[in-house]
Each structure stands twice: as C-alpha cells, then as structure tokens.
C-alpha cells in the first residue's frame, strides 16, 4: 500500500518537475531572469524555489536543452521519468542521443545512466594538441647562490632568448666603447672608469649580466609606470566641491564608480579642492577592524536577497559619506563585489537602516529571500503512479552505447 502511494506521488512529483522546467526554460528563454539582480539562472531557480544550487543547476540544465530532448522531457511530464533522470542526460549527454536514453532511462537508476553516457565514444579533443607544454620556473637555494630554472615553451623561449641576447650585446657593445676609449696611451678617459685595476679586471660581460640588465630594465619599466609602488591600491583624486572624481593618472570616474570605489575605503581617496589636495581619506573614511567584525557578525554574508556570498565582501555605505552618512553599523551593510557594483549602477537599491534594509530590483520591486512556495490550490497533476526505474543489474557487456552519427558526406 505504501509504495503504491509513494508511485502516485513520484509520478505527480515528477510530472510537476517537468511543469517547472518548462516554465524556467520559458524564462531562460526570453531572458528575463538578467533583472532580477541574479547572477545566474540556477541562483534565480535555487532562490525562488528554497533549493539547492545543484538542484537547480540540474533543472536549468534540462530546460536549456528541452527543445533538443522532447522524449525524455516528454516523459519528465508525463511523470516516468525523474528529474535527476533526466538532469544525467540534460547534463552530459551527446548530441542526438534523445530516443537512445529515453528508451534506456525506462528501466535505467541515475547510477546506470551516468554510467551510460560515461561509455559514449568522446570524439577526441583534436583542435587542443595533447597538453601544452610545460612552463615553470623552479628556485634551489645553495650554499653561495641560488640555481633558477626556467622551463618555456618555445616561442616564449624565443621571446627570453632574443630579449636575453639584445641585452647581452648591448652590454658587451658597451664594455668595448669602454674598453677602447680606456687602451689609447692618453691617460684616463674623464667619462670612464679611473682606476686601470678595474678596467684590467672588468670581464667581458656574460650571458648573466644580460639577464640582470634585463631583469633591471623590466623592474625599472614598472617603478616608471608606478611610481608610488601602488601595486594594488586603487588611488582617487575627488574634488570636494564639483564632486568630480578621477583615477590616479586616470580618466574622470562617472558618479556610479566613483561611490562604488569611495565606498568602502579599500582605495585611498585624496580629497582636493581646486586640484590641491587637502586631505587623504584613508583615516577618517576607513571601516575599522572592529566595525567590520562586527558587521561580519551581524550580516554574515552579502545582504542581497538570494545572494549568499561570503567572499571579498564590500561594506556598503547606505548613505554615501558624499552625502553625510556616517561610517557606523546603522549604515553600512555587506555586499559581494557584484551586488556593490550592480547597485551603484542603479540596477538594485538597497535602501537602510541596516536593521530594516529594503532591497528592490531594477522595477522597485522587493527582494526577499523567501522561496515562490505556497500551499497547493490546484489538484495535483493527473498522471499514471511512476515505480521509478527496475534497477535491474546492468549488463554493460551487451550494452551499445551511444554514438553520435557521422555527419553526412559532402558528396
Ligand atoms: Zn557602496
Ligand atoms: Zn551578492
């Protein structure tokens, strides 16, 4: 009696899996989920129905390829086949394949069928010549000196070597315009080196010295480019007055970058008045260590409803500083790096206090982390009991797997 029950409610459960496809592949289709403020359409499904991103993957997998597999999805609907069933072969399996797992998924588990696309013939990944070659650069410390190894494929090896030889002949071009001016009788070239012991001792410069001139020139080209060693600092310049910010030898920032990046103070603002600056924000503007545990403790991961990021958060200011909101925990919030961004573009508003954030999407419409669920006011779907796959033993040596059919010959 029990597993009669359990029968009708898999076939009514799946026939409602294969309901929900069709309505995600509806919107992956028309492509509305990209206003929603999701980062993808499992995070929209997996949001709106409380499940499992892997749940949702699987569902957005087989709505992407339903039009591709009408029987299997046929028989989603008509409640024979589970969703997980159909998910497999959504997921991994070849191009045309449709009837071939239909027919298998009958009496296949998910086991078995995993196992089935496993035995497709790959066709092999020809354009990708086996595996690149191997680049790595290996360091062993010895007693006096230190042994690198460089392994290169050969047309970066190119690249070192003609980089290495120009070096090496400009030095050694050098050496001789010294050593020339230095071998006349005249006495010391005042330009050159004074000392004759040196100049006796100066060697030929080697393959090594090259390689240092090289290392030199390069390390000399990037203080040039950086010449306060901001490696990863994000440098502002903003005009008190006209609020016109820029990048450190930048371009001018729109208003939406501009409190993006001012916003949790990981950049360091220069404050300027008239292009003289009068001040750096770092002290005043920055989320102390404290303030941020405390926010971490309190919003534990990025605020935006269905957005579940814990990583390289933001503190947002829900009154920017520009405007006189002050850096406390009533105003600010964790975001992720893609939620802070698409906010200060516009397309979601999170609106304080913190206590009683308000997150609305690009329409003004809230954002609540709830699922769509609700209690049922429809019957359920009227299909046949599902007693779910024999899960015979499979005999994979008579088993023919898949293979998809050559293209038809040109002639
Ligand atoms: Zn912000
Ligand atoms: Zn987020």
Redesign the pocket.
């Known amino acids: 009696m029990l597993f009669e029950e359990l029968a009708e409610l898999t076939g009514q459960r799946n026939a409602i899996d294969g309901r929900i496809v069709d309505i995600v592949a509806e919107i992956d289709h028309d492509g509305i989920w990209g206003n929603t403020g999701c980062r993808s359409l499992p995070a929209l499904i997996a949001w709106k129905t409380g499940t499992s991103l892997r749940n949702a993957e699987t569902v957005a997998a087989i709505a992407h390829r339903s039009p591709e597999l009408p029987q299997c999805t046929a028989a989603l609907r008509a409640g024979q086949l589970s969703l997980d069933q159909v998910g497999v072969i959504a997921e991994r399996a070849g191009e045309g394949s449709d009837a071939h797992y239909a027919q298998l998924a009958a009496s296949a588990t998910v086991a078995q069928l995993r196992t089935a696309i496993k035995l497709e013939p790959r066709p092999d990944p020809e354009p990708k010549p086996t595996s690149p070659p191997p680049r790595a650069i290996t360091k062993t410390d010895g007693e006096q000196s230190t042994t690198w190894r460089i392994t290169l494929p050969h047309p970066e090896a190119a690249t070192f070597d003609a980089a290495l030889q120009s070096h090496h002949d400009g030095l050694v071009a050098q050496w001789k315009r010294d050593h020339a001016d230095d071998s006349g009788e005249d006495g010391p070239d005042p330009t050159g080196p004074v000392d004759d012991r040196d100049v006796q001792l100066s060697p030929l410069p080697t393959r090594v010295d090259g390689f240092m001139s090289l290392v030199e020139a390069g390390w000399d080209a990037d203080v040039a480019r950086r010449p306060h060693g901001q490696r990863t600092t994000v440098v502002v310049h903003l005009d008190v007055e006209s609020r016109v910010a820029a990048l450190h030898l930048g371009p001018l920032l729109p208003d939406g970058d501009r409190q993006y990046l001012t916003c949790d103070a990981t950049c360091e603002v220069w404050f300027e008045r008239h292009g003289r600056p009068i001040g750096s924000g770092r002290e005043t503007r920055v989320i102390s260590r404290r303030l941020r545990r405390a926010l971490e403790h309190r919003d534990h991961c990025?605020v935006?409803p269905g957005?579940a990021?814990t990583r390289g958060l933001h503190a947002h200011h829900l009154v920017h500083w520009e405007d006189g909101g002050p850096t406390e925990l009533a105003n600010l919030v964790l975001?992720?790096p893609?939620?802070h961004r698409l906010h200060h573009r516009g397309l979601i508003t999170l609106r304080g206090p913190a206590h009683h954030l308000l997150v609305t999407n690009a329409a003004g419409e809230p954002l609540t982390s709830a699922s769509l669920a609700r209690s049922p006011t429809t019957p359920p779907p009227r299909v046949a009991p599902c007693r779910g796959p024999t899960g015979e033993r499979a005999d994979w040596w008579w088993y023919d797997p898949f293979e998809t059919p050559p293209p038809p010959s040109p002639n």
């Open positions: 990025c935006v957005c990021a975001v992720c893609y939620h």
